[in-house]
Nanobody, 123 residues
Framework: QVQLVESGGGLVQAGGSLRLSCAAS????????MGWFRQAPGKEREFVSV????????AYADSVKGRFTISRDNAKNMVYLQMNSLKPEDTAVYYC????????????????WGPGTQVTVSS
């Protein structure tokens, strides 16, 4: 399995930017689909973005499309989420996840999770 640790969260004003990073351990990192999910207080965990193996295939939730960009560096075992034009409704704990079987928007189907990083967007 892959172990994951997120970083880069924080407090930012609306319209600002943050870059989240996810460090992964494991020799087979490049074979995993990597995703970002988020969970706001009182809400279920929701899909944000996914990138598969080589990085050529990505997908985004409609709510973040055009504002967030996912990328990965397989040589460094890193995944990134660049978040621009942040809105107060983007406030949540953001989680990095890994899945051997490819992309999925269902968090229950993912294999490994990081502990999460808090993102707070003030209005």
């Amino acid at each position: 399995q892959v172990q994951l640790v997120e970083s880069g969260g924080g407090l930012v004003q609306a319209g600002g930017s943050l870059r989240l990073s996810c460090a992964a351990s494991g020799r087979t990192f490049s074979s995993y689909a990597m995703g970002w999910f988020r969970q706001a207080p009182g809400k279920e965990r929701e899909f944000v973005s996914v990138i598969i193996w080589s990085g050529g295939n990505t997908a985004y939730a409609d709510s973040v499309k055009g504002r967030f960009t996912i990328s990965r560096d397989n040589a460094k075992n890193m995944v990134y989420l660049q978040m621009n034009s942040l809105k107060p409704e983007d406030t949540a704990v953001y989680y990095c996840a890994a899945r051997r079987a490819g992309r999925s928007g269902d968090p229950s189907l993912w294999d490994s999770w990081g502990p999460g990083t808090q993102v707070t967007v003030s209005s």
